[in-house]
């Protein structure tokens, strides 16, 4: 089919890519045009594994143009996607802005009958409402129908998840249209959900705030573990193999960062405030995050009493590993919060050291290496698990530092560090060397 992709963020361009790969003739429209210039050269504009390749491949096959023109990308498209930013607003609700230009845009140029399909995470209702303006700047007496088809593609593995995602969902009335989508995806092979509108733009909230409670709890877990003595790898491994639990996403750590689900649970207890409801469970992962965030600071002032002049090393500053993307990341809190209680701070991360300079504190002084940062500081926070943190051969450079008092925010230094006298090692959701036999409660107990 001819489909036109508006926004070439990371999910219009790795959707328009993996739609190409799959047979679709695509062309991909953004009003940047520095990006559309890169991306016509088959320069793909941010980090994610495997695009730029594939790029390639369907740009020689010329299965894959872009443009800045939506006229001309829309000219003969049967389906158009629209994949623009919904950012967060400063009422903490979604800016709708971007679609609303984009409606009005399609509105303007169709020129035949199409489809359009939403993959933007928006609140609930908002395809309904996009499709009210399409039809209010309708030029030609044509039918423009709407879907909603939510995303969920992790950044970093935005290209493996489409081959390999768990559904599609495809909100709408049209059964026509519902059998279309389904054609246009079938050669993935990935069982499709069809549901009303509302429920699809649903799911996607409710996933990610689903997520998101899961990372919490286990979080909360963890700092339990820390007290009574329990290992919380352990402890998520027996949780993970209840198969009504799952495995993923209980990975115990300094929280969630990142573009979507601190701006997703933002947006739903918007949404929920705003309808007159209530939802207490997401308030609490939400309030969690936050302090879980600020955990290894703590974790440094009690270690140290203060941390005035103490110079700390922070490794890994994009929110997660195989992403340059800084946003929401919890390197940004920790760096402002370690500044404010005196400390010296120095960064270091493999891949986001180009975000990092407009992200960060003109105070936190950037390091092309681990090893450099790492000179002669007090203490190291690792923040994001890059493998290369990870390696056994990684373990010996923390020796570089003044101490090597290191705080593990991921729990990913390879277990050798473990065994390293010169290293005190601080992960989370374990307590080292801290023989606990008897609890307070069992002492209250034998009290009794
Ligand atoms: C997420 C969703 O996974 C995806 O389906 C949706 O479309 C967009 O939002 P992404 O933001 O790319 O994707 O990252 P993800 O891999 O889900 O991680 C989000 C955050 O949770 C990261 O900060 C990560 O470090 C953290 N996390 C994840 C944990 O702390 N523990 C875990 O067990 C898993």
Not at 10 to 23: D, E, F
């Amino acid at each position: 089919m001819r489909i036109a992709i508006v926004g070439t963020g990371y999910v219009g361009l790795v959707t328009g890519v993996c739609l190409a790969k799959i047979g679709h003739q695509v062309t991909c429209v953004d009003v940047d045009e520095d990006k559309i210039a890169q991306l016509s050269s088959g320069e793909v504009p941010f980090y994610e594994p495997g695009l730029g390749e594939m790029l390639d491949q369907q740009r020689k096959e010329k299965r894959i143009a872009f443009t800045v023109n939506p006229g001309a990308a829309f000219a003969n498209a049967e389906a158009i996607f629209i994949a623009v930013g919904t950012p967060q607003g400063i009422d903490g609700m979604p800016d709708l802005q971007a679609l609303i230009t984009v409606a009005q845009t399609i509105g303007r140029h169709v020129q035949h009958d199409v489809i359009v399909v939403i993959k933007s995470t928006v609140p609930i209702g908002t395809n309904t409402f996009l499709a009210q303006i399409i039809a209010e700047h309708l030029v030609h007496p044509v039918s423009v129908r709407v879907a909603s088809n939510p995303e969920f593609l992790r950044e970093g593995s935005a290209v493996y998840d489409t081959f390999h995602g768990d559904r599609i969902v495809i909100g709408t009335d049209d059964a026509e249209v519902a059998g279309i989508l389904a054609a246009i995806y079938e050669p993935l092979h990935i069982p499709i959900l069809h549901t009303d509108i509302r429920s699809a733009e649903m799911i996607k909230y409710a996933s990610n705030a689903f997520l998101a409670t899961k990372i919490s709890f286990i979080n909360e877990i963890a700092n339990l573990c820390e007290s009574l003595g329990a290992t919380i790898e352990d402890v998520a491994r027996g949780m993970g193999m209840d198969q009504r639990i799952g495995e993923k996403f209980l990975r115990a750590g300094i929280g969630y960062g990142g573009s979507c689900f601190p701006k997703d649970v933002k947006a739903l207890l918007g949404m929920a405030e705003l309808s007159g409801d209530q939802l207490q469970i997401l308030q609490a992962v939400e309030r969690v995050n936050r302090k879980q965030q600020m955990r290894l600071v703590e974790k440094a002032a009690s270690r140290f009493g203060d941390l005035r002049g103490k110079r700390i090393a922070l490794l890994g500053l994009s929110f997660k590993p195989d992403t340059d993307d800084m946003r929401e990341a919890p390197s940004l809190g920790i760096a402002a919060a370690l500044l404010e209680h005196g400390a010296q701070v120095v960064a270091y991360d493999p891949v986001s050291m180009n975000h990092a300079r407009t992200y960060l504190p003109a105070q936190v002084e950037l390091f092309e290496s681990a090893e450099q940062a790492l000179a002669g500081a007090d203490a190291a926070f690792v923040l994001t698990e890059w493998q290369e943190f990870t390696l056994p051969a990684f373990v010996p450079k923390l020796r570089a530092m003044r101490e090597a008092v290191v705080f593990d925010g991921r729990n990913c230094l390879h277990d050798s560090v473990l065994e390293d006298d010169a290293v005190e090692y601080h992960p989370i959701g374990r307590q080292l060397g801290k023989k606990l036999v008897t609890t307070s409660f069992h002492e209250k107990g034998r009290e009794r």
